[in-house]
DNA sequence: CTCCTGTTGT
DNA sequence: ACAACAGGAG
């Protein structure tokens, strides 16, 4: 696939922009294991970051391993969740995964036949805990290849992760901090409503920014 | 691809 | 009560 023009120096302004942007999660730690990384982005497709902060710490420290969401009660599992509109169907779907499977796979495959697992799930959990360099496909990340590229994004789901991947830096350690980047600035900047131009380094080239 | 599911905002 | 949303499932 052919990259837009601008594609390289969009890489490499959101690269420096999420060095200095990028929020802090407990889930972003360094050391988080890839069943914590799991555990974040399995709670994060559904809730506000904001929310699954909330309940985050107290849950990882409760069930610090799939053997532990195995062993918990179902109840005490939604006790920890619930508190503020949460939902017992990550519940049921966690218990099933931890009686499926000794140790989280480390292929996107493999952790997609997981209950409830699909791709944004699969990629986030082994780019954000084992840097592996997979595309993030998200609806903050295509509104924000879509304004900035415009027709030159593609249409097609398939087409979108080829263009996804190929955006992707060459330094595996710099894939991590643009994906989380990617997702940051889609949340901070390229908001659906509003969206902050004036704090965009993009509004030069953008499509959207500068046709309308 | 379309449909489904649970959640959120009006 | 309703539609929109956001992923996943089929």
Redo the contacts with the bound molecule.
């Keep these: 696939m052919r990259l837009p023009k601008a594609a390289s120096a969009f890489r490499d302004s959101l690269l420096q922009w999420a060095t200095e942007n990028v929020r802090e999660y407990p889930w972003r730690e360094q050391e988080r294991s890839r069943y914590e990384v799991f555990v974040a982005e399995f709670f994060l497709?559904?809730?506000p970051a904001d929310n699954v902060a909330d309940v985050y710490p107290e849950f990882v420290d409760r069930y610090p391993s799939l053997e532990a969401i195995e062993e918990a009660d179902e109840e005490d599992l939604v006790s920890v969740i619930d508190p503020l509109?949460?939902?017992?169907?990550r519940a049921r779907a966690l218990k099933s995964i931890a009686r499926s499977v000794d140790d989280l796979p480390d292929t996107t495959g493999q952790l997609?036949e997981l209950?409830?697992?699909?791709?944004?799930?699969a990629n986030a959990t082994l780019c954000f805990a084992d840097r592996s360099k997979l595309p993030i496909l998200?609806?903050n990340v295509e509104r924000v290849y879509s304004r900035v590229f415009g027709d030159r994004f593609p249409?097609?789901?398939s087409d979108r992760e080829d263009f996804c991947t190929e955006m992707l830096p060459e330094d595996p350690a710099d894939v991590r901090r643009y994906n989380l980047g990617l997702l940051d600035f889609g949340a901070i900047v390229c908001t659906k409503e509003s969206p902050r131009f004036d704090d965009c380094f993009a509004s030069e080239y953008c499509v959207y920014a500068t046709s309308g």
């Design positions: 497709t559904q809730t509109g949460f939902q017992r169907m997609r209950e409830r697992v699909g791709p944004y799930v998200d609806r249409d097609s789901r």
